[in-house]
């Protein structure tokens, strides 16, 4: 099948279309033969994941009758044997015929798919605090995989620092069960807390509710250290503030903004040293 994505090798030029080659994209070696019954189904199966790809990976395909010596070099014994390399190395492998839902997992795990990069890119966008962007990201790979853990997740996180809090409440109501439900629930004193300092209008005339009500309006200008800064603050004169709200709130904004992030890092040790 003719295709940019696919390349027929040779011995002659292995070293260059594969080996250095991958060290821009990975590159998956189709090791087959025309007597090989299984490369028959396994080669086209490779090679409209290929062209599917759209350039996230190459396919070469290596003769083993015409190139003895790649066999030999690779030590492939039995075909149909595919390998992937990265970086001039071979990373992953596979021997015989595999079904298709294998082959697809031994793909992404060395070239993610579009659909993956835009739930990457989205997650990247939230860590730099692109909350718009990574809402487009996020809501364009929900499109082609719906109710993923990890992109609803992410969209619920755009969605709150933005204050869609519509969409936010129907991410909560209709979360899968999954290893993100966890980090969803941290996720909702903070949701409660900004909703409620958004529809109410009552005044308190009590000095840390005025504080903390400051503080989580300061959060919904997208002013984060300022508002967190005031949370820590009314911490330090009452650690169970509003039986334990302040502080679940600090937790829901170190999810939101993501372990690395700087000011997690610092408004997590201010918090260990108030609590603890």
């Given at each position: 099948m003719a295709s940019e994505y696919i390349k027929i090798v040779s011995e002659s030029d292995f070293d260059y279309e594969v080996i250095a080659y991958s060290n821009q994209i990975p590159v998956i070696v189709d090791f087959w033969a025309e007597w090989c019954r299984p490369c028959k189904t396994l080669t086209p199966l490779l090679e409209k994941f290929a062209i599917e790809s759209r350039g996230t990976f190459r396919l070469a395909k290596v003769n083993v009758d015409d190139n003895p010596n790649l066999a030999l070099r690779f030590s492939v014994r039995s075909i149909p044997n595919v390998k992937a390399f990265r970086d001039g190395k071979v990373v992953s492998e596979?021997?015989?015929?595999?079904?298709?839902?294998?082959?697809?997992?031994?793909?992404?795990?060395?070239?993610?798919?579009?659909?993956?990069?835009?739930?990457?890119?989205?997650?990247?966008?939230?860590?730099?605090?692109?909350?718009?962007?990574?809402?487009?990201?996020?809501?364009?790979?929900?499109?082609?995989?719906?109710?993923?853990?990890?992109?609803?997740?992410?969209?619920?996180?755009?969605?709150?620092?933005?204050?869609?809090?519509?969409?936010?409440?129907?991410?909560?109501?209709?979360?899968?069960?999954?290893?993100?439900?966890?980090?969803?629930?941290?996720?909702?004193?903070?949701?409660?807390?900004?909703?409620?300092?958004?529809?109410?209008?009552?005044?308190?005339?009590?000095?840390l509710d005025v504080a903390y009500n400051n503080a989580l309006r300061l959060i919904l200008r997208g002013n984060l250290p300022a508002g967190m800064d005031g949370i820590i603050d009314i911490l330090r004169q009452n650690k169970h503030y509003r039986n334990d709200e302040a502080r679940k709130v600090m937790l829901g904004m170190f999810e939101?903004?993501?372990?690395?992030?700087?000011?997690?890092?610092?408004?997590?040790?201010e918090l260990a040293m108030i609590l603890f």
């Open positions: 596979f021997l015989g015929l595999q079904p298709e839902p294998r082959v697809i997992e031994f793909i992404r795990n060395i070239a993610p798919s579009q659909i993956d990069l835009l739930l990457e890119k989205g997650q990247s966008q939230l860590e730099t605090l692109n909350w718009n962007e990574a809402g487009t990201s996020f809501h364009q790979f929900l499109a082609k995989s719906p109710n993923h853990p990890a992109g609803l997740l992410g969209l619920l996180k755009a969605s709150l620092m933005q204050s869609n809090f519509t969409e936010v409440r129907q991410i909560f109501d209709s979360f899968p069960p999954s290893q993100e439900y966890a980090r969803v629930e941290e996720l909702r004193p903070l949701f409660t807390a900004l909703w409620t300092e958004k529809t109410n209008q009552k005044i308190s005339d009590d000095f939101v903004l993501g372990a690395h992030h700087p000011l997690t890092q610092q408004y997590r040790q």
